[in-house]
């Protein structure tokens, strides 16, 4: 019996991990790849360096150029987790308090959308733009 019985190849397809749908994010839970010759891949745990990295949040980009001089081993375990920490310490008690548990609306306007969106590279801004 062949084990892939059916299973057609496939190179060189995008796959939208994230979309807006109305005032929400859909976000996977994991993305699994078998093949990752020419596979550019964002993974959720990317969302907060999208959140900084668009500057939405006044003087918060700078974080994601040089995060290894802020994101200290003995203290973090990945630098997503710096991010996370990073960006509730930064917005609390501001109109963009970041949770993970539920995305305030100040990050939905379609302004704070389109800085976000503008970081991504530029095949997946394509893909939105279809």
């Known amino acids: 019996m062949q084990k892939?019985?059916?299973?057609?190849?496939?190179?060189?397809?995008?796959?939208?991990?994230?979309?807006?749908?109305?005032?929400?994010?859909?976000?996977?839970?994991?993305?699994?790849?078998?093949?990752?010759?020419?596979?550019?891949?964002?993974?959720?745990?990317?969302?907060?360096?999208?959140?900084?990295?668009?500057?939405?949040?006044?003087?918060?980009?700078?974080?994601?150029e040089e995060t290894f001089r802020f994101a200290d081993s003995k203290e973090y375990f990945s630098w997503e987790e710096f991010y996370t920490s990073y960006l509730i310490r930064k917005t609390e008690n501001t109109i963009y308090q970041y949770s993970k548990k539920k995305l305030k609306e100040t990050y939905l306007t379609a302004g704070s959308r389109k800085r976000i969106m503008s970081q991504l590279p530029e095949t997946l801004q394509a893909m939105k733009r279809e």
């Open 4 to 64: 892939y019985k059916g299973v057609k190849r496939v190179y060189n397809e995008l796959y939208q991990l994230y979309t807006v749908k109305g005032d929400s994010w859909s976000v996977p839970e994991a993305v699994i790849t078998e093949d990752s010759n020419s596979i550019a891949l964002y993974a959720p745990e990317s969302f907060e360096y999208l959140l900084l990295k668009s500057d939405n949040m006044p003087h918060t980009a700078f974080v994601t």
